[in-house]
């Protein structure tokens, strides 16, 4: 409850949610002493696969011994996930310590909630001599992590169209996110993941090309590919590697994986193969193409796959679909989205659907209503709407090796999660 009535409180201090800018963020470190200059980082920014990539680089280090602070959003169940120190989740009640400290020290200022809790990462990860893996939010050019001054290396994962709402009217376009989120990287390593298509990963290339980086860029300096027998050969300029099928489900996945690998491998840090090996097959997912194996949502269907999927912008859309054709079954779709989500793009990328179900996203009042969801994708042949997660998924007529996905949104991942 103590940690409760203070985020409360740090939410009040901006009217505004999102206001993009780095002053504020920058008066309130420079109050801390800068800590951001203190820390050992790589940045990751992109659209989509930096979670993955985070946890894929998060398992390969801890198999070698080396521990990481993980700074990501936004949450999925609670917000202690956003802050991690030495590869645990900080507590509640040194949470609630640290955000009123740095909450005296802003003194009042006005100051956005993502800010200053940038800033209260910043000002507990200098305590550790950690490498922190730092996710960029919305953006990156004005995004409150981008005000480290130097970093191990930034990773640039898939990038595609999502967030237009924060974009001037005539500039929704690919070509601006590009620029947003890869114009101010800064001189070190540069590792660029696979992109969905080569005018994409040309702009990336144009933004970046005054940059001093070493750049590694996917199916240049390094590759992968899956064998027939699931084993994963992944190659780059010291070599190749056999290694064993992740725990990881979807090619995709496959591919933040390697970027992963190629990051850690450019560092020349202690990690050998053996740790690479094993971490590829301990990696942490929550809400990304997740099976729900037990627990209050597993009940409702016991003879079923179920599954859950954060995904909300037709990038993931597209990859999530990949996946769904390549198994030979009936697929049922439960979908939640926040309003400002563009929904029938979203849509489109699946085919072949048995059933879609829409719902309300309880405890956000930004969703669009399951109501206004359904009309607004009344083509799909067999949508039907369900107010609560578990009156979608009684309803749906399932038969044997049918499968049940829930997406469309991080925050309904996370509200199914803690029914489940």
Aim: glycine share 4%.
């Amino acid at each position: 409850m103590k940690l409760q009535k203070i985020l409360s409180r740090l939410q009040k201090l901006h009217p505004k949610e999102i206001d993009l800018s780095l002053d504020r963020v920058q008066n309130l470190c420079k109050k801390l002493g800068n800590p951001q200059e203190k820390l050992k980082c790589i940045s990751i920014v992109g659209t989509n696969g930096k979670y993955s990539t985070i946890q894929a680089i998060r398992a390969i280090l801890k198999e070698a011994n080396i521990k990481v602070n993980i700074y990501t959003s936004p949450h999925i169940q609670k917000i202690n996930e956003r802050f991690v120190f030495n590869d645990k989740e900080i507590s509640d009640d040194n949470l609630a310590k640290l955000l009123t400290e740095v909450e005296e020290i802003n003194a009042g200022e006005p100051i956005t909630y993502f800010e200053i809790l940038t800033a209260a990462y910043f000002h507990h990860a200098k305590n550790f001599d950690n490498i922190n893996l730092i996710e960029s939010g919305l953006f990156h050019r004005f995004d409150a992590t981008n005000i480290i001054k130097e970093n191990l290396a930034t990773i640039v994962t898939t990038i595609g169209l999502d967030h237009l709402d924060w974009l001037p009217k005539n500039e929704k376009t690919i070509e601006k996110i590009v620029y947003e989120k890869t114009s101010s990287l800064l001189n070190s390593n540069i590792i660029i993941a696979r992109q969905t298509n080569k005018e994409t990963l040309n702009m990336i290339k144009k933004n970046i090309s005054s940059n001093t980086s070493k750049k590694i860029i996917f199916n240049e300096q390094f590759s992968c590919s899956e064998n027939e027998n699931g084993f994963i050969y992944y190659e780059d300029e010291i070599g190749g590697l056999k290694l064993p099928k992740s725990n990881l489900i979807g090619e995709f996945q496959i591919e933040n994986i390697a970027t992963a690998i190629a990051t850690l491998r450019s560092l020349k840090l202690q990690i050998e193969d053996g740790h690479i090996n094993n971490g590829i097959t301990k990696i942490k997912s929550v809400a990304r193409l997740q099976e729900i194996n037990n627990g209050r949502i597993k009940d409702l269907c016991k003879n079923n796959k179920i599954f859950i999927d954060g995904s909300h912008n037709p990038l993931g859309a597209k990859v999530l679909n990949k996946y769904l054709e390549s198994l030979n079954c009936n697929k049922h779709i439960i979908l939640g989205m926040m309003s400002n989500k563009d929904h029938n793009e979203y849509m489109n990328y699946f085919k072949n659907i048995t059933s879609l179900t829409t719902i309300d996203i309880p405890n956000q009042p930004n969703a669009i209503t399951g109501q206004e969801l359904k009309q607004k994708l009344n083509r799909f042949p067999n949508i039907n709407y369900k107010k609560s997660i578990q009156d979608a998924i009684k309803s749906i007529l399932v038969s044997n090796n049918d499968i049940i996905l829930i997406t469309g949104s991080l925050y309904l991942a996370g509200e199914v999660l803690n029914l489940n």
